[in-house]
């Protein structure tokens, strides 16, 4: 076995108990450390079988014991129990009398279930960790890999399953971690179409809290986050540790509470999700974190990594553009005079990008029909796309286009031509009308990389909104193997175009399709109202940088609702901004506002790029409220969203966060002149800017002046 340890701090504690443990024959236990200027984790490893973590949380000293540190982290045993407690490790196994779930289920080439035993084989840190575990009687070997980044604070790990021969996998977790014993409840992600992102709050008990997905996607269902915060942890406050699970293809998440108190995470792919017996498998990265500054430090460690260290920007350093989708002005009715005078409009309120949006193909009249004729339609485009993309490019805007490459409909002509290619059964449950092709097949690949790269090729195009708008018909990793193989080489072979990760909204949005997109579609909902609750709970994980947030119809398609156009453009502006309406329905007040709005935005943009976003704990429940602070904390802007009426008559104090409490801040609101009638008083903001310290920002909070429900205060700050 090689083996190169960090220093375990060679004091006499530590001194003691390798000398006993040499004395009575008992092999040396390893322990691994990792820091990253934030938190520390501890692996321990004792008689060579699996390590365990036995401390994850503040940093520890330099010179802390960790023999000591191991020592203090064993429970006690009394009746009724095992004489000694089964390690949680990293993987737990079943044949060490392990009482809760198993992290690796796996059966033999002949189907006979196997019950591992690892044994340490290798343990190598110079920069990243790896352990290897061998179990030599049944031909396997675990390996696990942790990183850390001590930019944004993010430890990535990984497990790989290697077979002497193909065996068939059930079940295998990334590093298993433990969780506090100082919580009392865990914070994971539901949703639904149109309703992405819903914090579920549940009490640890005894017991499992089991989630998975076995839709074939993400899923606006179970979105592979998860926050274990610690009793008295609110936005900006408290302990808390993060887990993301970074794949597209559907997730499993253990949260279980044994009987004797410790608590273990699990995250991998949906059960049964490879079909066929291999060699070798892997689970996703899975990262982690944790934080002292409650909630947001979890979320900027998971806004930064994603932004700086998974996407891959085809051209970094320019600035995000404006965008503008023409889905909900014209949906399939695709006529060049309207989309060029809808373009005009679109670039004279600001808009950068212009996105073409589903109907430009085939024979598609409707959502039933040519799904994967991916040629352009010559009845609503005669000459090709060009007379558009040239009349966009005069107009200084980009070009962008939507696909749904993974999806077929019956009525096409390549389902016709080869029904063969379809995922799932011939008699599935349609959504949509349409199917999903089998992306593991290399001739479906081939055929929509050829379909795809002949419209880049003959188009100036720099943008793809890349849709998946149903579930598979079951969970297959092939199929996300597949999906992610076509994506890598359209990004070889053109590494100018942008690519925006959209499922019916927010149904595929995790850290391996952000490893090659680098825009999501939040939600299909243009309803400002509701994109602010979503808006806020997403940045739990994502950054500005990514999410887009348009400005939708007067009425909105998928609400009904009305709201003021000033309130649907701040809550755009909160993200990547853009709009997907008829900009022809506009007044010419309205036209105004937005200009407006998207000029700020425009002038903002360049630092809220980098801006990291904190949730603010509102002492008003009806008030969502964030504040975007600049990563050098020059600067900031708060929006206070008021999604409903107040109990109370006039507003609570807004406190701040992440201030130099000795410094001094001009604050003022940067859409002052947007104060109702019914806003009486002489509140200061109203009129005037004011220097305040960062202590008072903190501790006291910011007087907004009142509000209707469904409006916005936007406060700029700067530190003088």
Same mark, same amino acid.
């Given at each position: 076995m090689t083996t190169r340890l960090t220093d375990a701090g060679?004091?006499?504690t530590a001194s003691t108990a390798m000398k006993q443990a040499s004395s009575s024959g008992a092999p040396v236990p390893h322990v691994w450390r990792m820091d990253d200027g934030r938190q520390t984790l501890v692996l321990a490893s004792v008689n060579d079988r699996l390590a365990q973590v036995v401390y994850w949380g503040a940093t520890l000293p330099a010179d802390e014991n960790l023999y000591t540190v191991m020592a203090a982290h064993v429970i006690d045993?009394?009746?009724g129990m095992l004489d000694e407690n089964p390690d949680l490790s990293i993987c737990p196994e079943a044949i060490r009398s392990f009482p809760g779930q198993p992290g690796l289920i796996v059966r033999d080439t002949d189907g006979t279930p196997l019950l591992p035993k690892f044994c340490l084989e290798s343990a190598i840190q110079n920069g990243t960790l790896e352990l290897v575990y061998a179990d030599k009687e049944n031909g396997l070997t675990l390996t696990a890999l942790f990183s850390v980044d001590t930019q944004s604070h993010m430890i990535t790990c990984q497990h790989t399953l290697d077979a002497t021969r193909p065996v068939h996998l059930h079940w295998l977790s990334a590093p298993v971690l433990p969780a506090p014993q100082q919580s009392d409840e865990m914070i994971d992600v539901s949703g639904r179409w149109c309703g992405e992102f819903q914090l579920s709050r549940t009490a640890w008990s005894a017991g499992m809290r089991y989630r998975e997905n076995r839709t074939g996607r993400t899923g606006h269902e179970h979105f592979p986050g998860l926050l274990i915060p610690c009793i008295g942890t609110t936005n900006t406050q408290g302990e808390c540790y993060g887990f993301h699970y970074g794949w597209s293809g559907g997730h499993k998440m253990i949260a279980e509470e044994l009987q004797d108190g410790r608590r273990q995470i699990q995250f991998g792919h949906a059960a049964r999700m490879e079909t066929a017996p291999a060699t070798q498998f892997k689970t996703a990265p899975l990262y982690i974190t944790y934080s002292d500054t409650g909630l947001n430090g979890c979320a900027t460690s998971f806004q930064r990594h994603l932004r700086d260290r998974i996407v891959t920007w085809p051209k970094p350093g320019k600035p995000r553009p404006v965008h503008y989708n023409c889905w909900e002005a014209v949906y399939f009715d695709h006529k060049?005079?309207?989309?060029r005078e809808i373009a005009d409009r679109a670039a004279a309120l600001g808009a950068e990008r212009f996105v073409l949006d589903d109907g430009w193909f085939g024979n598609r009249d409707d959502d039933t029909r040519s799904l994967s004729d991916w040629e352009v339609d010559p009845r609503k485009y005669p000459d090709g796309l060009t007379p558009l993309v040239e009349h966009v490019h005069a107009l200084g805007m980009t070009f962008g286009i939507w696909?749904?490459?993974?999806m077929i409909?019956?009525?096409?002509?390549? %389902?016709?031509?080869h029904p063969d290619w379809v995922f799932g059964s011939e008699d599935q449950t349609l959504g949509r009308q349409q199917k999903a092709l089998n992306m593991a097949l290399p001739a479906v690949r081939d055929f929509l990389y050829d379909r795809m790269s002949k419209i880049l090729r003959e188009t100036d195009i720099d943008y793809i909104k890349w849709d998946h708008n149903r579930v598979l018909p079951m969970p297959d990793a092939a199929q996300t193997r597949g999906s992610y193989a076509l994506i890598d080489r359209l990004r070889a072979d053109f590494p100018h175009v942008e690519i925006e990760s959209c499922a019916s909204g927010g149904g595929r949005i995790d850290f391996g399709i952000m490893a090659r997109t680098q825009r999501v579609w939040l939600s299909d909902s243009n309803d400002a109202l509701e994109r602010l609750r979503i808006q806020h709970d997403a940045a739990l994980f994502l950054p500005l940088?990514?999410?887009?947030? %348009?400005?939708g119809p007067r009425i909105c398609h998928t609400s009904g609702r009305v709201l003021d156009i000033s309130f649907r453009a701040w809550v755009a502006a909160q993200r990547h901004m853009g709009f997907e309406m008829d900009p022809r329905e506009l007044t010419d007040y309205e036209a105004r506002v937005l200009t407006e709005i998207t000029s700020w935005w425009k002038h903002h943009r360049h630092w809220m790029y980098?801006?990291?976003?904190l949730r603010l704990d509102s002492a008003d429940p009806a008030v969502i409220a964030e504040q975007q602070l600049a990563r050098d904390g020059s600067r900031f802007v708060v929006f206070a969203g008021k999604a409903a009426t107040s109990a109370q008559i006039a507003p609570r104090p807004l406190r701040l966060t992440e201030l130099d409490p000795n410094a001094t801040y001009r604050i003022s609101l940067a859409n002052r002149e947007t104060a109702s009638h019914l806003s009486r008083g002489t509140t200061a903001l109203k009129t005037q800017a004011l220097d305040l310290s960062g202590?008072?920002?903190m501790r006291t909070g910011v007087t907004l002046p009142w509000s209707f429900p469904e409006r916005m205060w936007v406060i700029e700050g700067e530190r003088l």
């Open positions: 060679a004091d006499a045993v009394t009746g060049l005079p309207v989309l696909f749904e490459p993974e409909n019956e009525d096409s002509d390549i %389902h016709r031509a940088a990514v999410t887009g947030s %348009h400005v980098q801006a990291d976003i202590s008072y920002l």
